[in-house]
Structures are given as structure tokens and as C-alpha cells.
Nanobody, 114 residues
Framework: QVQLVESGGGLVQAGGSLRLSCATS????????MGWYRQAPGKQRELVTT???????TYADSVKGRFTISKDNAKNTVYLQMNSLKPEDTAVYYC????????WGQGTQVTVSS
């Protein structure tokens, strides 16, 4: 059973930065796609960004130019660098790994104060 563990969330002021990490118990090259999702209170979970095995990335329009996804295959870890944070970025952020099966992490809270 693959486990994903997110870390790096916290409270930050608007305009600040955070870097989230998603450490996997499996080798990340096993997965076709890894991504970050978020869920704000009272809202549906939404896709933030993805990265493929080959390194191609996609971003939601709301985070383009501010967030960057990356991965370190040697550390089996995916990162989400978040800059110029806004209060509307406040949410629980989840890591997802897609291969033969899908795996989710437990989430990490990001709170951006105005």
C-alpha cells in the first residue's frame, strides 16, 4: 500500500510563500501523474497542478505564475512552491498519485491571512 504524506502547510500573510512537500512510500516514477488538489471550506476539491512522469506540468488558471510543481525522483517527493499567496488560496491541500491505482495523502492546511 502506497502512502503519501504532505507537509509544509501553515499560516502565512497575503503575499507570502510556502513550500509543500509530498513524500511517497513508493517510487514516484511508478506513477503516471502526480498532482496537488485543494479543498476550501464549503467548496468542492479542485485541481491545482499536475506533473507527469516525464515532467510535463499543468496549472489551474488561478495559480499560474504563482505556484510551481516539481519533483525529486531520488527522494520520492513532489513539491509545491506557492508564492504571492492570496486569502483565496486558503484550503486543505492534498497530494494525489495516479498509476494503476490512485492514492491520496491526508492533506495539509494552508491559511492565508489578509
Amino acid at each position: 500500500q502506497v502512502q503519501l504524506v504532505e507537509s509544509g502547510g501553515g499560516l502565512v500573510q497575503a503575499g507570502g510563500s510556502l513550500r509543500l512537500s509530498c513524500a511517497t512510500s513508493g517510487r514516484i516514477f511508478m506513477f503516471n501523474v502526480m498532482g496537488w488538489y485543494r479543498q476550501a471550506p464549503g467548496k468542492q476539491r479542485e485541481l491545482v497542478t499536475t506533473i507527469t512522469r516525464g515532467g510535463s506540468t499543468t496549472y489551474a488558471d488561478s495559480v499560474k505564475g504563482r505556484f510551481t510543481i516539481s519533483k525529486d525522483n531520488a527522494k520520492n517527493t513532489v513539491y509545491l512552491q506557492m508564492n504571492s499567496l492570496k486569502p483565496e488560496d486558503t484550503a486543505v491541500y492534498y497530494c494525489k498519485a495516479e498509476g494503476t491505482y490512485e492514492y491520496w495523502g491526508q492533506g495539509t492546511q494552508v491559511t492565508v491571512s489578509s
